[in-house]
């Protein structure tokens, strides 16, 4: 409803702030506000990364042994019990403060950390950079979007001080769970609606930017694979997030006003009737939420592409393969996604029949995805790669999105579901995806434009060390889940050992934790990294690394407005080692 | 730090389901397959980074041949995805979900979930399940059951343990009194969402005797981790051994407690 | 403002774009708990659907009439503003207004009665959706008229003119698009 009334505001003709407040806080600025995302969404991942670790040393070891002396107790589980109190006991957990931390990781990690850095922190610095644009078309909106986000994570961690904690039904929030559990989901549906509005006014800001704010002669054709990316998921956000919105609120009613959108006729809660009307539809709630979810999937995996595709053009010094073919693939990914969202949903109770529907969309969706992964691989062909820090995480991306892909096959795939869904299979899948994939991609975006937004390299030691100690570790906490899952042990358990099934692959979780130690250490070196980097690192240019894109062509970090002059595009996004020109690299913006 | 009994499988858990072959064979091509591709991308990823690393005198190529023959994997994973699906999803999918033997042929037995514990409601010898009333649920009657109901008379409700005879099949009618559960049983590699308000099926034909987990899969609460059951497939004999000896237990009971019970269900 | 429409790559404004962005997310979010209304209205046993006579449908017809004609008047100020006919767009602008505001009368005295009449939002599945569905409805108008309130303020003080009324035209899309949920709502509500 707000957009309309910053129209004037558009573009140009806003001259420097000059107080510190209008210049760093309430910046209207994309950069500034970039920068804002980046940091407040790494501080989200650093909560939800605290979260993992508390859960997965709690599932390595579950329960008290036998011999166990609460006077004996490791300094580390002594130092947990003391922190969470009664939430724990001797720091093992009760069950719900691992439902709470469970619901919290998946919520935290999704809406407030990697979304919102993937879309909004890169999203906004670099995307008006990469079409040669001043700023973005409506930047006080865009200003409020980053504030409207701040208030609904703020609001969202309040829950931890209602009553019985955190929410605590899964990030999913399947009614009617979420109807009966206690006050902190409430908290969660009216943060959810918060998060929505301003992923709402940012999507609409993206996707006027990149139609209407493109530089002389950067026609779509031209635009590089991450604006692209951009695009797509600003249109993917804006279609599916209203429909959880839709969904959050009438969950929202059921749970205050007394209405029965999700709750069935003579629902019982304890030993007697739940007091509502009643005849509403439990499966309502996963129809809307997945009908978000899964496009949400490919918001979290879209831009990592799209650096992806930057950094591999970069550093191959040769064009990308098949420009094309992954800007089509990533638009009938956006299609598709809308179409696929009951594969969730197979076991529900759904009719049976729909299922193959969705099979088949879901495994027609994966041929794009196969095709982006084969562009890029193929990419590489003919190059002379370069192993920088931005690079190895890139090149990390592919396998490592592979097996995400792959894994995905037997879960879209109905009958093989049967075994695997909710089990740890699933958790696995999905974690390839998003934490090995599209996370690190993220890292390798940021020491990428690093010193673009700072004018400063990160340390390439630093980096490799932190590359090699991220990306290990990710893969010994990842791939036995799916030992774990095959096996048959379900996601969301507090104690899996209660479970006389699940004991003969209880062992991996001991590794797992280990691995998650080591993780945890591996980012010391990439804070260390990044702070002693802004006042210590080797100075960088316009443009470090030689590249095409328009945002190296304005100064590091670029000034208020970004280009000196209005730049004008002559040519596609990765031209390298044309025949015959002085440099292995042909700016976008370099007159012929 | 890691408990003997705890380990290290990897893999699939003994199949104990007519049709958990089937789908065990579905895993495994499909995980033979992955593995394939995963293996013949990450020999290719390897040669390219190392044939095709930056050093002296090695440029980038700008021209690029193949684009067209990029399309020939995204075109095999297709005819293979529709290979999959057509030949073996849609008819398994069928087979397992959307039908069910005939209910005369087996064994039926309604589950009716709370948190956090299975009932397991069986028929007994006639074969018909009293009527149930979410008026009549109380502590002692945790499904309701209307004792008035003839049909109720040897009507078996045991929790959280559920016997199944082996050579036939059991169909489940599933519903929930309060949140969505999830009815599994890892060894007969089937599970079904257990919802309120909703009847849902599962059926399995057990081929082994012995003890299974049952396990709730989908998050229902504080108990979630708790709510596990056995279910224990038994010799035909056995099983009506074991079924006669519930309904005389439930009639000696009945008969103990005399006329008071009943109407001590109806407050 | 006037040479702002040139300079976009797509000749569109962005006030235009934007609106256009904004309204397709609105599409999207009533299309969500319409299609969630007519799947539990065809699916669930226990929506009872109250009689036409307790509906009210006259009066929702007149309301629907009056909402409508807010259209045409906001059409009307659009088509004023381009000839830079102040009056007329004030004039019309300020009947859009009270389209608006007779239509959140009508509305509120709907409620009212229904309320008396044991249609409430927790009485059952209908009165839930009755209510969530005009209820976010009526916040729309209400934003609406609040929106109107601002052009016609900025409007006077001669913000718009001829060759500049870009903000007019995106007020007046949101306007009708209010307009034509009313006018699903209407039907889907109180006639099926």
Redesign the interface.
Same mark, same amino acid.
């Given at each position: 409803m707000d957009t309309h009334g910053h129209g004037h505001d558009a573009g140009h003709g806003h001259g420097e702030p000059t107080s510190f407040w209008r210049k760093y806080v309430f910046s209207v600025d994309h950069k500034v506000i970039g920068i804002q995302y980046l940091i407040t969404s790494f501080l989200f991942l650093l909560v939800g990364f605290g979260m993992m670790m508390l859960m997965r040393y709690q599932l390595a070891w579950p329960s008290p042994p036998d011999d166990f002396d609460p006077e004996k107790m490791s300094l580390v589980r002594s130092t947990i019990a003391k922190i969470f109190g009664d939430k724990m006991e001797y720091g093992f957990m009760r069950p719900d403060f691992y439902n709470q931390l469970g619901a919290m990781h998946g919520t935290i990690m999704i809406f407030l950390g990697v979304v919102p850095l993937g879309v909004a922190a890169f999203g906004n610095y670099v995307l008006p950079l990469q079409i040669g644009a001043p700023d973005m078309a409506f930047p006080r909106l865009n200003m409020m979007s980053y504030w409207v986000y701040l208030v609904g994570g703020i609001v969202m961690m309040s829950s931890y001080f209602a009553p019985d904690g955190f929410p605590q039904s899964g990030w999913t929030s399947y009614a009617p769970l979420s109807i009966v559990a206690p006050p902190g989901q409430t908290v969660w549906c009216i943060a959810m609606v918060i998060i929505i509005t301003s992923s709402l006014l940012g999507s609409i800001n993206f996707i006027v930017t990149t139609l209407n704010m493109r530089a002389k002669g950067m026609t779509l054709g031209r635009m590089p694979v991450f604006v692209w990316a951009q695009l797509v998921t600003a249109v993917l956000l804006l279609l599916a997030f209203p429909v959880l919105e839709a969904g959050a609120l009438l969950q929202l009613l059921d749970r205050v006003a007394g209405t029965s959108f999700y709750i069935p006729k003579d629902m019982m809660y304890g030993s007697t009737v739940f007091p509502a009307a009643g005849g509403g539809n439990p499966i309502l709630w996963q129809h809307l939420f997945w009908f978000l979810a899964h496009p949400e999937v490919y918001v979290l995996l879209l831009p990592a592409m799209g650096i992806v595709a930057e950094i591999i053009a970069t550093n191959t010094r040769k064009p990308l393969f098949g420009y094309r073919e992954i800007v089509g693939s990533m638009v009938l990914i956006g299609i598709l996604s809308f179409v696929v969202w009951a594969h969730h949903m197979f076991l529900s109770g759904m009719r049976t029949s729909l299922a193959n529907l969705f099979v088949t969309t879901t495994l027609t969706i994966s041929v794009p995805s196969v095709a982006v992964l084969t562009c890029l691989l193929l990419s590489l062909r003919g190059g002379a790669i370069r192993f920088n820090t931005p690079m190895l995480f890139a090149l990390a991306f592919l396998p490592m999105f592979g097996i995400g892909g792959l894994t995905g096959l037997p879960l879209g795939f109905a009958p093989t579901d049967l075994h695997l869904h909710d089990t740890y299979y699933v958790i696995g899948h999905f974690h390839y995806v998003v934490a090995p994939g599209s996370l690190a991609a993220l890292m390798g975006a940021t020491y990428y434009w690093y010193p673009k937004m700072f004018g400063r390299k990160m340390n390439e030691t630093l980096g490799k060390i932190h590359f090699w100690m991220t990306i290990v570790p990710m893969n010994f906490i990842f791939f036995p889940m799916l030992f774990q899952g095959m096996w048959g042990m379900d996601r969301r358990l507090a104690d899996p050992t209660l479970q006389w099934h699940n004991l003969p692959v209880q062992g991996w979780s001991v590794i797992m934790l280990f691995a998650a130690c080591v993780l945890l250490l591996g980012q010391i070196p990439f804070l260390w990294n990044f702070f002693w980097s802004l006042r210590h690192g080797e100075i960088a240019g316009e443009n470090p690394w030689n590249a095409t894109t328009l945002e190296w062509a304005c100064p590091s970090p670029p000034p208020h407005g970004n280009f000196v002059t209005p730049p004008e595009v002559h040519r596609g996004p990765y031209e390298y080692s044309v025949p015959g020109h002085k440099t292995d690299y042909w700016p976008q913006d370099e007159a012929a | 730090m890691i408990k003997e009994d705890w380990g290290f499988q990897t893999g699939l858990p003994e199949a104990a389901s007519s049709y958990a072959p089937n789908i065990d064979w579905l895993m495994n091509v499909l995980h033979v397959v992955m593995i394939g591709i995963f293996v013949v991308w990450g020999v290719y990823f390897i040669y390219c980074l190392v044939a095709y690393r930056a050093r002296d005198g090695h440029t980038g190529t700008y021209h690029q041949t193949g684009e067209k023959a990029s399309f020939i994997p995204d075109g095999l994973i297709l005819a293979f995805e529709m290979w999959l699906i057509l030949a073996f999803g849609i008819p398994i999918w069928a087979s397992v979900k959307q039908s069910t033997p005939p209910p005369s042929e087996s064994n039926n037995i309604h589950v009716i979930a709370q948190q956090f514990a299975w009932n397991i409601h069986y028929p007994g010898p006639d074969g018909k399940f009293g009527r149930r009333d979410v008026k009549l649920v109380s502590a002692s009657n945790s499904i309701g059951l209307d004792e008035s109901d003839p049909a109720s008379k040897d009507d078996i409700v045991t929790i959280n343990q559920m016997s199944v005879p082996l050579g036939k099949p059991t169909i489940l009618q599933m519903t929930s009194k309060d949140v969505i559960h999830d009815f599994w049983v890892s060894n007969f590699r089937n599970k079904q969402d257990v919802v309120p308000g909703l009847n849902t099926n599962l059926w399995f034909e057990p081929t082994k005797t012995g003890k299974f987990e049952i396990a709730c899969a989908q998050l229902c609460g504080l108990g979630h981790t708790q709510m596990v059951g056995n279910v224990f497939v038994k010799t035909p004999e056995e099983f009506d051994e074991w079924q006669k000896s519930q309904v005389a237990e439930k009639a000696g009971t009945a008969s103990a407690a005399g006329a008071v019970a009943p109407s001590e269900n109806r407050s | 403002?006037s040479t702002?429409v040139a300079?976009?790559?797509?000749g569109?404004?962005?006030?235009k774009? &934007?609106?256009w962005?904004?309204l397709?997310?609105?599409i999207?979010?009533?299309? &969500?708990?319409v299609s969630?209304y007519v799947?539990?209205r065809s699916?669930?046993?226990?929506?009872a659907i109250p009689p036409r006579e307790m509906m009210g449908v006259p009066l929702a017809t007149f309301n629907t009439f009056a909402l409508i004609t807010s259209s045409v008047t906001m059409v009307l100020a659009l088509a004023a503003i381009k000839v830079n006919d102040m009056k007329r767009f004030a004039r019309f602008i300020g009947m859009t207004i009270g389209g608006g505001i007779l239509f959140l009368c009508i509305k509120s005295y709907e409620y009212n009665h229904k309320w008396h009449e044991g249609i409430t939002?927790?009485?059952?599945?209908f009165g839930?959706?009755y209510y969530?569905l005009t209820g976010?409805h009526v916040i729309h108008v209400i &934003?609406g008229i609040l929106?109107l309130l601002?052009i016609l303020v900025t409007g006077l003080n001669g913000a718009y003119d001829a060759h500049n009324h870009?903000?007019v035209e995106?007020?007046g899309l949101?306007w009708h698009f209010v307009d034509l949920v009313w006018v699903i709502l209407f039907p889907i509500l109180y006639l099926l």
């Open positions: - | - | 403002m702002q300079e976009t790559s797509t569109i404004s962005h006030a774009l &934007g609106i962005t904004f397709a997310s609105e999207m979010l009533f299309g &969500g708990l969630a799947i539990l699916g669930s046993a226990h929506m939002l927790s009485s059952n599945l839930s959706f969530t976010l &934003g929106l601002y870009e903000r995106a007020a949101y």
